[in-house]
């Protein structure tokens, strides 16, 4: 039997300074097929990323978007997974930024796209 694609539940850690504490801390990301969420391990503020769309593409989708100025860095990661629309193993491309997370399969394209829904801001002492 060949092998069944991944169902979409990655965890992911960076490093960086958190939009709500300002101070550097392990940033948790969490991904899943339906939504995308950043905790920050210091404060536990939360940034909300939910679907906005799933296709395939001619060519690889950029995530860089000119119109919108960046405040925080933008992370990119590579997962290693079996790609739900071609079955190839391979490194998916992963982007999160303030405003969306993309992921892409390189070998054909199909690109999940989260965009920020909310933030949760604890209240800091």
Not at 11 to 19: A, I, M, P
Not at 53 to 67: H, L, V
Not at 92 to 105: L, Q
Request: aromatic residues 12%.
């Amino acid at each position: 039997m060949a092998d069944e694609p991944e169902i979409m539940r990655w965890e992911l850690q960076k490093e960086s300074r958190c939009y709500n504490c300002h101070k550097d801390a392990i940033q948790i990301i969490q991904i899943l097929p339906t939504e995308t969420t950043v905790t920050c391990s210091n404060c536990g503020a939360r940034r909300y990323y939910t679907i906005h769309g799933i296709y395939a593409s001619d060519k690889k989708t950029s995530f860089e978007d000119t119109r919108f100025k960046r405040k925080y860095d933008r992370w990119e990661f590579i997962r290693t997974a079996r790609c739900s629309n071609c079955g190839n193993k391979t490194d998916h491309e992963i982007v999160i930024d303030e405003y969306r997370t993309g992921i892409v399969c390189p070998s054909c394209f199909y690109t999940h796209v989260y965009n920020i829904s909310m933030y949760d801001k604890p209240k800091i002492e």
